[in-house]
């Protein structure tokens, strides 16, 4: 009497395995067709946005990957510059692959200087312009909040958009930072949003190195 639930039980665990494998044999089979018909490769303009932390994190861990490719890549930021952190610690055991030039001052409100911010940002800008239109020397070009710097017209964003249109075909260039323009996501390949749902500085939990640094 005990043999028949054990039985329809495993039956019924068959029957399901059968249909899940069914179910992922068609899946396996149209994934196949779209990857297929995936052939295009082209330098990318990608853009992290958003109130969430995890921006620039996201964009020195594609520029990582690329390292890891044998690519060559140029991580210019905008902002940060007046504090160590730990990513430049690793990225300068790669000098032959990458630079990182933190070349801001620190936070608008620490500044307190709309002028100097402006120069400052004008000069991060060229250094990253002409890695943006060099033809050879990089092949990613990270712009770490970039669009800070937009939001508050510290660069002409018609300049911006001009300079990433010309660049080379193969080229790719990651920009992060809030309040992405729309113009720029709209040119965009690739667009993600951070969006915050809990943060320990709510809690009282200061910047810690290895997390924020």
Do not use: C
Not at 25 to 47: D, F, H, P, S
């Amino acid at each position: 009497m005990t043999e028949e639930p054990h039985n329809e039980a495993a039956q019924n665990e068959a029957a399901k395995n059968a249909r899940h494998n069914a179910r992922m044999k068609a899946i396996q089979a149209a994934r196949a067709k779209m990857m297929a018909e995936k052939n295009i490769e082209k330098g990318l303009l990608i853009v992290h946005t958003g109130a969430g932390k995890g921006k620039t994190t996201a964009a020195l861990g594609m520029a990582i990957r690329a390292i890891g490719h044998g690519h060559r890549v140029s991580i210019i930021q905008f902002i940060k510059g007046a504090m160590t952190t730990g990513e430049k610690v690793v990225f300068d055991a790669f000098p032959d692959q990458v630079e990182f030039r933190p070349m801001g001052e620190g936070f608008t409100w620490d500044t307190q200087d709309r002028a100097r911010d402006i120069a400052v940002a004008r000069q991060a800008w060229e250094v990253i312009k002409a890695r943006i239109l060099d033809p050879d020397d990089w092949d990613m070009v990270v712009a770490d909040e970039l669009n800070i710097i937009l939001r508050y017209d510290y660069l002409p964003l018609a300049e911006v958009l001009e300079v990433i249109a010309a660049r080379p075909e193969g080229k790719h260039v990651v920009i992060t930072g809030r309040n992405a323009p729309d113009e720029l996501i709209e040119v965009a390949d690739l667009v993600t949003e951070m969006a915050q749902v809990k943060h320990p500085f709510r809690d009282g939990v200061k910047a810690q190195a290895g997390i924020e640094f």
